[in-house]
């Protein structure tokens, strides 16, 4: 490979999305930009007992993974990379092992370099058992510089 390993290539070991780590989630998602400054991402899934926490149940920090995971695939859309700086999570109720679920996050505003989202994961009825509003911020150009990434370009 000659120069620097793409985004994609470094993040494939990614718990959330990595298609490389055989412990991780594998979450895929479509990405919609019909409005290009408020993109919204979604994703199906569908969980085992390898992600337990209470009996029956996805454990409370997988599901705050799955939120925040969300939220982040709507920095590329913006044209921009960002990492979480702060996250709240409002269980609203448990989360069912081996039940289809939704996650859906949207970006709700700018301001500077800070990115604030928020995404739900819903159950196959539409009802929601947890709410993430996360703020993320840009990360640094010239940081970017020192690590061989860019701005993503859309």
Known sequence: MKGHPTLDERASHCFGCGPANPQGLH????IDTTHPEAPTATAHIQLTQ???GPPGYIHGGIVATLLDESMSK??????VLAMTRHMEVDYLRPAPLHQPLTLISRHLRREGRKLFHQAELLDSEGAVLARGKGLFVVIDEKLLARTGLTQPQI
């Open 27 to 30: 979450l895929s998602f479509e």
């Open 74 to 79: 709507l920095n590329r859309p913006l044209s």
């Open 50 to 52: 390898l992600y337990e």
